[in-house]
């Protein structure tokens, strides 16, 4: 039997299609090994994130710093680095001490009290994957790299612990009285960044009607502080603000003596 085209073109194509389906049959279920691999991963530091959250929560209502030891050794070096990064995004206050290099064998927290809700909140995220992107981010870079900014939030926490805190308003005068001497509790460049935070963050909504800060208000501060909130005046040019506050002054005098002289002219067209 001769051969026909029909069945040349089939001992051509099989080899063909047999060659085709078996490279995307291999590289599915190498995919799928991969990914499957790659998860069991995730999942394994997922845990280790769970096991450092619930040391953490052992210590509800207690100020963060009394969890430090425990932190440390109930979690090796390799299991810190890991989560680490995640952790101090997610809000747990990680420090590094100004006076101190970042050093991973010994973990700072400062002294906000632990909310369990907050915590669960976390697990939460961390159970429904939102947070995978941030595992192994390098530690000591993200932490050397942002130095400064964690600094420099500690010194604002300061204020508004040691200053704002013990301040008080005199209910009829509405003048602020801070604490004796407290710009002595600031080296030079501290105090160079507290300068315009010392003017904006003395609002009503702190005090009580008797004049003196709320807890409430004082530790919502604090958060907001650590969070970033308060960058702006932590980290912006005082001369700058000052020549912009100025120019509102102006504006507004020169604003009100417009006003009057309508007013005047006014009443003299009455007349």
């Known amino acids: 039997m001769e051969p026909t085209t029909f069945n040349i073109g089939v001992y051509i194509l099989i080899p063909i299609l047999t060659a085709v389906l078996g490279g995307w049959i291999g590289a599915y279920f190498s995919y799928k090994f991969q990914k499957a691999k790659e998860e069991d991963k995730i999942a394994k530091v997922r845990a280790i994130a769970i096991k450092a959250l619930n040391v953490i929560k052992n210590y509800n209502s207690q100020p963060y710093i009394n969890a430090e030891n425990q932190f440390n050794t109930d979690l090796t070096i390799a299991e810190k680095r890991t989560i680490l990064v995640l952790l101090h995004k997610l809000g747990i206050p990680v420090i590094v001490p100004a006076n101190e290099s970042f ?42 790299s942002n130095r400064q900014c964690f600094t420099i939030r500690e010194v604002g926490k300061r204020y508004v612990r040691e200053v704002l805190a013990k301040s008080h308003v005199d209910t009829k005068t509405k003048q602020v009285n801070y604490p004796e001497n407290w710009v002595s509790k600031f080296g030079l460049g501290e105090y160079m960044s507290l300068r315009i935070l010392h003017e904006q963050a003395c609002s009503d909504m702190i005090y009580d ?36 506050k100025a120019q509102i002054e102006a504006s507004n005098v020169f604003q009100l003596m417009a006003l009057t002289q309508q007013q005047q002219i006014k009443e003299s067209n009455k007349i």
């Not at 409430?216 to 960058?231: A, C, K, N, P, S």
Request: with cysteine; glycine share 6%; proline share 1%.
């Open 103 to 144: 050093d991973i064998h010994k973990i700072h927290f400062t002294e906000r009290v632990i909310d369990e809700k907050e915590i669960d909140g976390i697990i939460l995220q961390i159970n429904q994957k939102h947070c995978d992107n941030l595992f192994f981010i390098d530690v000591e870079s993200y932490f050397n």
């Open 209 to 244: 009607i008797s004049g003196n800060p709320t807890e409430e208000r004082i530790e919502q501060m604090l958060h907001e502080v650590e969070m970033g909130l308060w960058d702006n005046c932590l980290f912006g040019n005082y001369e700058l603000y000052k020549n912009a």
